[in-house]
């Protein structure tokens, strides 16, 4: 199984960004999949999630601004970033949780790179 992000990019202060990941390869199904951010020197820590049927939730600091969705025709899911703020700035890691023949597999992409100017 591999994921495919893309869309980061720099962007000014309350501009938006909308990046998006795809997932590949061989597996029976897709469980929640989900956004994250770093920023070097801290941990890694979830933006937003959403499960198979829709269920979302955000980090405080998403919430308002920031909606995830996702395709489960496509294997795609997409975080639209609103009113963007330079504490934004991180690398952004998509995550998925892969149903194989072998079990549950838990799989991250490779990140990409939002930058928020002030």
């Known amino acids: 199984v591999q994921l495919q992000a893309s869309g980061g990019g720099l962007v000014q202060a309350g501009g938006s960004l909308r990046v998006s990941c795809a997932a590949s390869g061989s597996f029976l199904g897709i469980n929640v999949m989900s956004w994250h951010r770093q920023v070097p020197g801290k941990q890694r820590e979830l933006v937003a999630g959403?499960?198979?049927?829709?269920?979302?939730n955000y980090a405080d600091s998403a919430k308002g601004r920031f909606t995830i969705t996702r395709d489960n025709t496509k294997n795609t899911v997409d975080l639209q970033m609103n009113n963007l703020k330079p504490e934004d700035t991180a690398v952004y890691y998509c995550?998925?949780?892969?149903?194989?023949?072998?079990?549950?597999?838990?799989?991250w992409g490779q990140g990409t790179l939002v930058t928020v100017s002030s």
């Open positions: 959403i499960s198979p049927g829709g269920t979302t």
């Open positions: 995550r998925v949780g892969a149903r194989t023949a072998r079990g549950l597999l838990d799989v």
